[in-house]
């Protein structure tokens, strides 16, 4: 759907701008909606990794660490490329 390109693209925007809490949020935000199934895992999974990549990114303060926090509940965080360095940031 066209709301989820503008999304999409909205948080690629906010990542090229380093405002990368920001881009987190909003990647994380799209990950977690399946509009209808009509998105396929794969890619809910990429825009999940690229939520860890911005979080991880982000200036330390409390929204980074809600941030990590909600992302480290999500029950699929375990299948993304940089689960250990997400697993790092936050337990530490």
């Known amino acids: ?17 380093r405002r990368f809490q920001e881009a987190a949020t909003m990647y994380f935000d799209v990950s977690q909606q399946t509009y209808g199934g ?26 980074r660490s809600r941030c990590l926090a909600a992302l480290w509940k999500d029950e ?10 997400l697993k790092k940031v936050y337990l530490e």
């Open 1 to 17: 759907p066209l709301q989820l390109r503008h999304k999409v693209c909205h948080a690629r925007i906010l990542d090229s701008k």
């Open 38 to 63: 009509q998105i396929a895992t794969e890619d809910l999974k990429m825009l999940l990794e690229m939520a860890v990549v911005c979080a991880i990114l982000a200036p330390a303060g409390p929204q």
């Open 76 to 85: 699929r965080i375990s299948t993304v490329s940089n689960y250990e360095i």
